[in-house]
């Protein structure tokens, strides 16, 4: 049995400044040009004789090279030597959303793993999928420099201001992280990131079954109404399966009712109907299922409070 390769792997991104970063600058042989300064909301350091100077968006050898250039077109040293280090890093959390506890933008020094990124945000919800998107801005390999002065901001392919650079997204199977021993799953997540849990595809079974709730489904899995309802135990005596339906919310919102005969189902005389995630199978009762079908919110009310089971 081999174990299943592991993902296409990110290459590190260099920390790129932004605002409220505190920089430390020094020049070599002429101390009195350095400074240890926090970038403003504009983007822009202060330095002396230089005046501001465009920072956010450069990593710190980009910056290195501005301030020495800078130097250099002001008659200020003929071979300047420049060093830029980050001593706290504020402009650039990792952002994490989709099925976690506590979404939201982590602050990180330095660079951490998934799961660290994951823990901060108090793990997984109830009903996280299988995948965890990992999306990155990298430099772009080989962009021609901006037609700019070394202190204006840095241009992107359409001109406006920016950094060069592209976005990557990685993919990581959940499952393959948190029980395999494959070190390499569990990528290093760097400030900048998106780190964007899936949510499961879940299919609702309410009404007059045995075990009515919310199932989770796998990636890419498909479920169809007679696995739904075998799924919630099978049918009470009571229910009338000649009256069911599927409720299904279409991409604009408005909710569909698609008639469902269980009984010709169970005989084979019609189609089992695949389900799509979010669907409800609503099997009412023999008794006073008029009543029980025309509060169509009793029964949103019903499903919101459902347990989603775990298969």
Do not use: C
């Amino acid at each position: 049995q081999h174990s299943a390769p592991p993902p296409a792997t990110i290459g590190p991104l260099d920390y790129r400044l932004g605002p409220e970063d505190l920089i430390e600058v020094a020049v070599f042989e002429a101390p009195e040009l350095g400074a240890v300064a926090r970038i403003s909301p504009t983007g822009r350091l202060t330095l002396p004789l230089l005046g501001p100077v465009h920072a956010s968006g450069l990593t710190p050898r980009e910056f290195e090279l501005v301030v020495e250039e800078l130097l250099r077109q002001r008659g200020y040293m003929h071979d300047p030597h420049a060093s830029v280090s980050v001593r706290e890093m504020r402009s650039h959390g990792v952002s994490v959303i989709g099925a976690v506890q506590k979404p939201g933008v982590y602050q990180l020094h330095g660079s951490k793993t998934l799961i660290e990124v994951l823990s901060l945000a108090s793990g997984l919800a109830e009903d996280a999928g299988d995948t965890v998107l990992v999306a990155r801005r990298e430099s772009l390999r080989g962009a021609p420099p901006p037609a700019e002065t070394p202190d204006a901001p840095p241009r992107d392919r359409n001109g406006l201001p920016g950094a060069l650079q592209e976005t990557r997204v990685l993919s990581v199977d959940l499952r393959q992280l948190l029980y395999s021993a494959d070190e390499a799953l569990n990528v290093p997540i760097f400030p900048g990131d998106i780190v964007k849990v899936s949510q499961a595809g879940i299919v609702y079974v309410v009404g007059d079954v045995k075990k009515p709730g919310g199932f989770k489904l796998k990636n890419n899995e498909s479920i169809t109404v007679l696995q739904a309802i075998a799924l919630a135990e099978g049918m009470n005596r009571t229910a009338a399966q000649t009256r069911a339906r599927i409720i299904r919310t279409g991409a604009d919102g408005q909710r569909r009712e698609l008639p469902l005969n269980l009984a010709q189902l169970l005989r084979g005389r019609s189609p089992d109907p695949v389900l799509q995630p979010k669907d409800i199978v609503f099997v009412p009762s023999s008794t006073g299922k008029t009543a029980a079908y025309r509060g169509m919110e009793s029964v949103l009310q019903i499903v919101t409070g459902l347990i989603i089971w775990r298969r």
